[in-house]
C-alpha cells in the first residue's frame, strides 16, 4: 500500500500536501488543525477578499446593442 496520497491533497481543506503532512486513521491531512478538526485553526484567512471575488462590470459606460439593433 503507497505512504502517500493519491491526490496529493489534504482530505479536509483539499490543500497541498508537504512535509508536514501527517496521516491518520487512513486520510492525510495538510496539518494537525486540520486532522484535530479545529475549523478556526486548520482553515487560513482568504489571500482574496471577497469584495474582489463578486463579478461586476468594469467599466463605466452602458452596454452597446447587438449589431442588428443598433441604429445607423
Known sequence: M?????TGSCARCGAA????????????YCRPACAARDAETAFPPPGVS??????????AHRRRAPKELRRR
Open 2 to 6: 503507497p505512504d502517500h496520497s493519491a
Open 17 to 28: 500536501l508537504d512535509l508536514a503532512s501527517l496521516k491518520l486513521g487512513g486520510f492525510w
Open 50 to 59: 471577497e469584495a474582489a471575488l463578486i463579478n461586476r462590470p468594469r467599466r
